[in-house]
């Protein structure tokens, strides 16, 4: 079993950031990669980020590509995967998600091919 809990939520204005962190903990050392997806009021849960746990690349969704960056350290014990966001908008505004996948190597961004996943954390973007 895998456990993962993210913080770091909160309300920000546009223009202004916020870094998301995930807890990762249980049999995290065969994880092959893990990612950020967010969900809008009435919308489906969208792919932002993701990065493979062995070689840190990463894919991003181009909405967010040169104002997220997604980050990992990795240990023994419990391993965290991270989420800066710049330049915050208010259509970020969502409940994001980490996710861990345990199939296929690479970042991914399909939703189905994850595993795992924590309870969400509330972003809000005040205009």
């Known amino acids: 079993q895998v456990q993962l809990v993210e913080s770091g939520g909160g309300l920000v204005q546009a223009g202004g950031s916020l870094r998301l962190s995930c807890a990762a903990s249980?049999?995290?050392?065969?994880?092959?990669?893990m990612g950020w997806f967010r969900q809008a009021p009435g919308k489906e849960r969208e792919f932002v980020a993701g990065?493979?746990?062995?070689?840190?690349?990463?894919?991003?969704a181009d909405s967010v590509k040169g104002r997220f960056t997604i980050s990992r350290v990795r240990a023994n014990a419990k391993n965290t995967v991270y989420l800066q966001m710049n330049s915050l908008k208010p259509e970020d505004t969502a409940v994001y998600y980490c996710?861990?996948?345990?199939?296929?190597?690479?970042?991914?961004?399909?939703?189905?091919?994850?595993?795992?996943w924590g309870q969400g954390t509330q972003v809000t973007v005040s205009s």
């Open positions: 249980g049999r995290t050392f065969s994880v092959y990669s």
């Open positions: 990065i493979s746990w062995s070689s840190g690349s990463t894919l991003y």
């Open positions: 996710a861990a996948n345990f199939k296929r190597y690479g970042p991914l961004n399909i939703l189905q091919e994850y595993d795992y």
